[in-house]
């Protein structure tokens, strides 16, 4: 008796590994609508402001957590830190703040968060200095 071999029914597209950039880059982008608005009322400026502001912070996030990998783990560190900080000192130009504050703001946030995420990386490499697999 013959087994049953099964048979490719052909390449399947799934979202997999887009749900956690897209959920944070709509969260941004309504965010930064609302701080581009001051109070006033909503304009189509500040809409698109806010949807161009959340697709390119989930394509930022995604393409880090897809392809972060093959860097090595400072690069990957800086480039976490360098996404942070460049979408916080944004939002927080948004508010009418200063360049240099924004600038300050941006990039105090973003060294500890690149800080955050070398001392992760650095944590969980196996001893072959391969990252883990998340």
Do not use: C, K
Request: hydrophobic content about 45%; proline content about 4%.
């Amino acid at each position: 008796m013959a087994a049953h071999a099964a048979v490719p029914t052909g390449r399947r597209i799934t979202l997999n590994g887009w749900g956690a950039p897209v959920t944070i880059g709509v969260l941004y982008g309504l965010y930064a609508a609302t701080n581009a608005r001051q109070g006033g009322p909503t304009t189509l400026g500040q809409l698109w402001l806010g949807i161009i502001s959340a697709v390119v912070l989930a394509v930022g996030i995604w393409t880090l957590r897809r392809y972060g990998h093959a860097l090595p783990r400072e690069l990957r560190g800086a480039a976490w830190g360098s996404l942070v900080g460049i979408a916080v000192g944004f939002l927080y130009s948004l508010t009418g703040a200063s360049v240099f504050s924004s600038s300050m703001l941006g990039l105090m946030s973003g060294g500890v968060a690149g800080a955050a995420a070398y001392y992760l990386f650095y944590t969980h490499e196996d001893a072959t200095g391969h990252p883990a697999p998340y």
